[in-house]
């Protein structure tokens, strides 16, 4: 059996250049505690640094309760960030999936900000019109650090 010519030296700068590429793009593993409002809800979240200097917050979350079946009931579900040096800044309305698999617990959310978050959060409100977080959180992430 014949092998190819290849240089050791172009295989090894191949490998090492894919090895620098890929641990370039990946974000801090985010974490969060099981929540004790909807325990059942498994979140996962990534944030990721643009070539413009924005931060894409993605969040994913299963087995997420309607915000209605909350006690005390609510409206909606508020994503926030913490941030570096802005404080707690608001993202949006987290909802569930539309379509066929609507309301069966899964929610997803994609936006982008300006402010380096160091922490996500998602309260349960009643009002999508407010600048600060509510006192029911349902799910806090841990601390994170973004390079």
Known sequence: ?????FDKKFV????FLILILGLESCSPKITFPVSTVVPAAEP??????TKDGEFIVTLEVNNLALPERLSPPKKHY???VDTENQGVKKLGEISNNTGIFR????AGFEKSTLFKPTMI?????NNLEIDYPGGHVVLKSRPFELK
């Open 1 to 5: 059996m014949k092998t190819l010519p």
């Open 12 to 15: 090894a700068f191949f490998i």
């Open 44 to 49: 996962e979240a990534s944030v990721k640094k």
């Open 78 to 80: 508020l994503v926030w």
């Open 103 to 106: 309301n069966r617990g899964r």
């Open 121 to 125: 959060m998602v309260t349960a409100e």
